[in-house]
């Protein structure tokens, strides 16, 4: 065995394996016998077929499965006898014929991951946010369960429509006296005081009666979602089609039943559990961040090419970096995605490190409590998302990345020295919105 490893980075390493002939040949005559006892063929008893017709016929299939075999054997005695650590499954290149008498070569390229010290956890300082359910945050959610569990009863036909009334309307938009695309729609649903149009376009449904028609000039703002409609002057023929009115459910003891709740104190209880459970995973989000960044910045050391690449093609795929214009703007997505793929590996490489170190595994009732946990957003289609991962093992196996990675981060918290704050829920929110903010910036 000879190794090369004068590349780009001392990362990249290589290494060439070398069998004689004489032991392939061994290998392989072990394999004929144990063909020759298997095979049936025409003219001969079970177990009594001639070695010489068994390497005439295939000695070609021995040969390349018995080269694969001893190639791999020795390139795995060569990683364990140099303490390597792979980042990527090893490319391995032939140097040799597959033919008789000819000694068997080949040559390993590979990438190993670094070597570095872990920090001690208690030097991570890291800000821990408690919040606490008020009854005001209760009230709002029962207000919000009332709203959504409304009704729609038809309006009578003198009746004005006002706020919380659900419309059904027809229209057509022009520019002049062109239609434009997307301005036209017959039987549209809108719920008045939901700000789901322009707000001078609900303002001007208030107060109509059914079948009433009418126009509607109206200008759009500068930053409207459809670019080509910025800052124009539309004209909206509308006929109002029908008016419904919205009932409530009597009390807060009738939503409670409606719930699956048998009182009002139940429901309560339920949605103030629900409550701190999202409060929870929001706080344990906070902290996450927190130790990533300190990951991120802690840290310094070579970085397995073959992964940042892959990495990159990941973010590429998943951001619209393509809708930059100029050179420049092009060179900075590149940076950004350059940067995000380094931290990614980086941050990655380090959570593994420590997992190893403290034997972290991921049980299989994790992987099926996170499986339950999104077949639950998807409510009549349970069976098929569970058929789907369990017929495709790399999908179920995806689902042990983000479990393994918050047991580390739940670890690292707690050996952290944390400084606990107690805040409301409006202000974790809004914290949790910053973060949101910041990532999206550095996409």
Known sequence: MSENNSKKSALQKSFKIKVPYTVLQKSMDFEFENLSKSLKVPGFRPGKVPLSFVKNKYFK??????????????????????????????????????????????????????????????????????????????????????????????????????????????????????????????????????????????????????????????????????????????????????????????????????????????????????????????????????????????????????????????????????STTGKEKDKKAEENIRENAENKVKIGIVLSEIGIKHKINVTNQEIETELARICMQYPGKEKEIVEFYKNNPAQMNSLKSPIFENKVIKLISEKATVKEEKISSEELNSKISSIEKEMSSHK
């Open 61 to 322: 299939e021995i040969l390349n499965k018995t080269s694969e075999k001893l190639i791999q054997e020795e390139g795995n005695k060569t990683f364990e006898k140099n303490n390597y650590r792979l980042a990527v499954q090893p490319k391995v290149k032939l140097l040799s014929d597959l033919k008789e008498n000819v000694d068997l070569e080949a040559e390993f390229s590979f990438e190993i991951l670094p070597n570095f010290k872990l920090q001690e956890f208690s030097k991570i300082s890291l800000n821990r946010y408690i919040s606490s359910i008020s009854e005001t945050d209760i009230s709002n959610v029962i207000k919000k369960l009332h709203n959504d569990n409304k009704v729609f009863k038809k309006a009578p036909a003198d009746r004005d429509a006002k706020k919380n009334d659900r419309l059904v309307i027809s229209y057509k938009g022009f520019i002049g006296k062109e239609q434009f695309e997307g301005g036209t729609a017959e039987n549209q649903i809108i719920d008045l005081g939901n700000n789901s149009y322009l707000p001078e376009f609900e303002k001007n449904l208030s107060g109509k009666k059914i079948n009433d028609e009418f126009e509607l000039e109206i200008v759009f703002p500068k930053n409207y979602q459809a670019e080509k409609l910025r800052e124009k002057k539309a004209v909206f023929q509308i006929k109002i089609n029908e008016i419904s009115i919205p009932e409530f459910l009597k009390n807060d003891d009738e939503l409670a039943i409606k719930m699956g709740a048998k009182t009002t104190e139940e429901l309560k209880t339920k949605i103030k559990n629900e409550l701190q459970r999202y409060s929870d995973e929001l706080s344990f989000a906070i902290i996450k961040n927190q130790i990533i960044k300190h990951v991120t910045s802690a840290y310094s050391f070579d970085l397995p090419p073959s992964l940042v690449l892959r990495e990159e093609e990941i973010i590429n795929k998943t951001t619209n970096s393509s």
